[in-house]
């Protein structure tokens, strides 16, 4: 009987961390990829539930509540509109319902127009648009609110897409 091999050499454990080494340097960027898809996703979700929120507020309040888009710092902000302008004064009882900022998306200069959004301005030069106390969208002037937000990132693009009955959904494109 001969010697008994009782473990590994450092040349085979070497190989082993070296094929180690390898498979993650190639599933790295997939599975950080991965993440950056499900941030745009998650983006264009928190957009959507904005939207969703402004237009039930406005019902419940019995008040127009308006969205604008680019504002101060903010991505897109939901407000209480007192007097139907599409505009936050922050005067006359114009009270914040929420606001925020995409993490992951930004928004796509190639399309609606090269910011990324189909929504009318309002007199600021900001996209905007209201919801009157039953719930219609509305913008800035007159006549029904229809609009497309674009974003992108990671190699995702989605779109947020609200109807001029304020249906609001995600696709992609």
């Known amino acids: ?15 082993v ?55 101060a710092g903010c991505d897109y902000m939901a407000f209480v509109d007192e007097n139907d302008s599409c505009e936050y004064d922050g005067v006359d009882g114009e009270k ?12 796509d200069d190639n399309e609606g127009g090269g910011d990324g959004l189909t929504f009318v301005a309002n007199d600021d030069g900001e996209p905007a648009l209201r919801w009157d106390s039953k719930g219609l969208p509305y913008r800035n002037g007159a006549g029904f609110a229809a609009g497309t937000a674009y974003l992108y990132g990671g190699g995702a693009q989605y779109r947020v897409i609200m109807s001029k009955t304020g249906n609001v959904r995600i696709s992609t494109y």
């Open 96 to 107: 914040i319902i929420c606001q925020g900022n995409l993490s992951y998306a930004a928004l």
């Open 17 to 71: 961390i070296a094929i180690l080494l390898i498979g993650t340097s190639i599933a790295l960027p997939s599975i950080t990829k991965m993440g950056q898809r499900a941030g745009v996703k998650s983006d264009a979700r928190d957009l959507k539930n904005v939207l969703f929120r402004a237009r039930m507020e406005a019902v419940k309040l019995n008040k127009s509540v308006s969205v604008i888009f680019n504002h």
């Open 1 to 15: 009987m001969g010697k008994q091999n009782l473990g590994f050499t450092v040349l085979e454990l070497l190989i």
